[in-house]
């Protein structure tokens, strides 16, 4: 889409629009964290947000150097700065080129509930996977992902079911595991976390793995509950789940990792946050039956 100067300088970064010959084309929306946010077309500085993005440093501190699983939830409402805390981090490891495998989803008004989008987002990411690629060219990045990850005698199988949630579908002719999982949703599905999870442990088995779900308030249930059993099963790896969300999320999944360590980050308003600091120490761990309990 062909855009003037004075729109093109006006959207956000998220959007990825390109000049040539001073011609501006809008190319589609990228992915989320990536760029910094722009005011008229040039980048502004995040200011007010250093402590929490402080207790994010550590968490991911922490779960790299302990190989412990974690989970963090950033809540506020819309315009307070989620996206932009979380595009802080990812830029600050991104420059200090950190040895970490970012995964990036985004909840969908017109997707919300999905199953499995938020998760195929993930690991279209992890594979390097763009929207508008055809199925052949997601299956070869999927493949290529997948034999840098994984033993040769599970490649197939786990490129097979993760095939089904990326978009990328394999043939079933020469696969009969897939061709009767295909024709029974409950082996479907134990066939595609069995596959997500060994394909995840093998990720962290060579780096820390960052999975950063945007707008989760968006998002859909099973992959909240395939991540759920991520942080459970997959012991001594380092996996850190970064979710940021608006208030509502705790309607939306009342037990969001019940019984999993989860660190809170509620924003505010910069001049409220400050009076509060001063009378409560931050930052907060909490449980999350705790989160589920609170009211914003």
Request: include cysteine.
């Given at each position: 889409m062909l855009l003037d100067e004075v729109v093109a300088g006006l959207l956000d970064a998220r959007f990825d629009v390109r000049e040539g010959d001073g011609v501006f084309v809008l190319h589609g929306e990228r992915a989320v964290a990536e760029g910094t946010r722009l005011l008229l077309g040039k980048a502004t500085p995040c200011v007010g947000r250093e402590r929490e993005l402080g207790m994010l440093r550590a968490l991911?501190?922490?779960?790299?150097?302990?190989?412990?699983p974690q989970a963090a939830?950033?809540?506020?409402?819309?315009?307070?700065?989620?996206?932009?805390?979380?595009?802080?981090?990812?830029?600050?490891?991104?420059?200090?080129?950190?040895?970490?495998?970012i995964w990036i989803a985004r909840g969908d008004t017109l997707?919300?509930?999905?199953?499995?989008?938020?998760?195929g987002q993930a690991l279209r990411s992890a594979c390097g996977i763009h929207e508008c690629e055809p199925p052949e060219i997601r299956r070869e990045k999927l493949l290529a992902q997948v034999a840098a990850w994984i033993?040769?005698?599970?490649?197939?199988?786990?490129a097979e079911f993760l095939g089904e949630i990326v978009g990328a579908p394999f043939p079933d002719e020469d696969s009969l595991a897939l061709r009767s999982a295909r024709r029974d949703a409950p082996l479907m599905a134990d066939q595609v976390r069995e596959a997500f999870l060994d394909f995840l442990g093998a990720a962290c088995a060579k780096a820390p793995v960052l999975v950063l779900l945007e707008d989760l308030h968006w998002?859909?249930?099973?992959?909240?509950?395939l991540l759920d059993v991520a942080l459970r099963t997959l012991e001594e790896r380092p996996l850190f789940v970064l979710a940021a969300a608006r208030p509502?999320?705790?309607?939306?999944?009342?037990?969001?990792?019940?019984?999993?360590?989860?660190?809170?980050?509620?924003?505010?308003s910069r001049q409220r946050r400050r009076e509060k600091s001063r009378q409560e120490g931050w930052p907060r761990r909490s449980s999350a039956s705790a989160m589920a309990g609170w009211r914003p």
């Open positions: 991911l501190a922490e779960t790299v150097e302990e190989a412990t939830l950033v809540v506020a409402p819309p315009g307070m700065g989620k996206s932009r805390l979380a595009n802080e981090l990812l830029q600050e490891l991104r420059a200090r080129d950190e040895p970490v495998s997707r919300t509930g999905a199953p499995l989008e938020m998760l033993a040769p005698g599970e490649r197939r199988r786990v998002g859909d249930r099973p992959t909240v509950q509502e999320v705790r309607d939306v999944f009342p037990k969001l990792w019940e019984g999993r360590v989860l660190s809170l980050c509620r924003l505010g």
